[in-house]
């Protein structure tokens, strides 16, 4: 059971906006700290999508965005592509345990 | 650009200990945490622990008691041992650079499979 709750599986037809959650706690988003997502497309490593809450690096469209409130944070993906489908893990920092880094248990895009 | 691979045998017994090696090239190893992070087959990423070319390190809790990492800075290489494995440490292994300052784990190499079995 991961630290950060995300749901399993979330799915939408090309062009449209879906958004990934990712629920955690006072010991983690919570408590303000930074926010990442990763993609992970088949067979390949996971790749820093959003950082810092909702900063894009170079070279991420513009069609991903994050945002956090309270102990949660989302991923939005607008304008839906067929390359777009693949798992996406949120990340950030605990301070329980000594500290530690946590992720999400991964969501699968589907494109339909 | 920082570009990490990872090196190590990709069969291990259960019981015994499993050794990987990240080298790092394009940046210095004096920069970030080096990190380490696995993926079970089919399952999520699960944070094993970084070290900082002090020497300072930091492990996830679940797994520090069977836990070392290590740096060799001349190398360029950063190094996991994770003793006493069985088939539930069976997963591709990935290192990764983390931001001293803000938390995120970039870039990533392209990951191992180590497999424990008999």
């Known amino acids: 059971q991961s630290v950060l709750t995300q749901p399993p599986s979330v799915s939408g037809a090309p062009g449209q906006r879906v958004t990934i959650s990712c629920t955690g706690s006072?010991?983690?988003?919570?408590?303000?700290?930074?926010v990442h997502w990763y993609q992970q497309l088949p067979g390949t490593a996971p790749k820093l999508l959003i950082s810092n809450d909702n900063n894009r690096p170079s070279g991420v469209p513009d069609r991903f965005s994050g945002s956090k409130s309270g102990p949660s944070a989302s991923l939005a993906i607008t304008g839906l592509q067929a390359e777009d489908e693949a798992d996406y893990y949120c990340q950030c920092y605990d301070n329980s345990l000594g500290g530690s880094e946590v992720f999400g248990g991964g969501t699968k895009l589907t494109v339909l | 650009q920082v570009h990490l691979q990872e090196s190590g045998p990709g069969l291990v017994k259960p019981s015994e200990t499993l050794s990987l090696t990240c080298t790092v090239s394009g940046g210095s190893i004096r920069s970030y945490f080096w990190s380490w992070i696995r993926q079970p087959p089919g399952k999520g990423l699960e944070w094993i622990g970084f070290?900082?070319?002090?020497?300072?390190?930091n492990y996830n809790p679940s797994l520090k008691s069977r836990i070392t990492i290590s740096i060799d800075t001349s190398k360029s290489q950063f190094s996991l041992k994770l003793s006493s494995v069985s088939a539930a440490d069976t997963a591709v292994y990935y290192c990764?650079?983390?931001?001293?300052?803000?938390?995120?784990?970039?870039?990533w190499g392209q990951g191992t499979l180590v497999t424990v079995s008999s």
């Open positions: 006072s010991s983690n988003i919570g408590a303000g700290y930074d």
């Open positions: 990764a650079s983390r931001d001293t300052v803000v938390g995120r784990f970039d870039p």
């Open positions: 070290i900082y070319h002090s020497g300072t390190t």
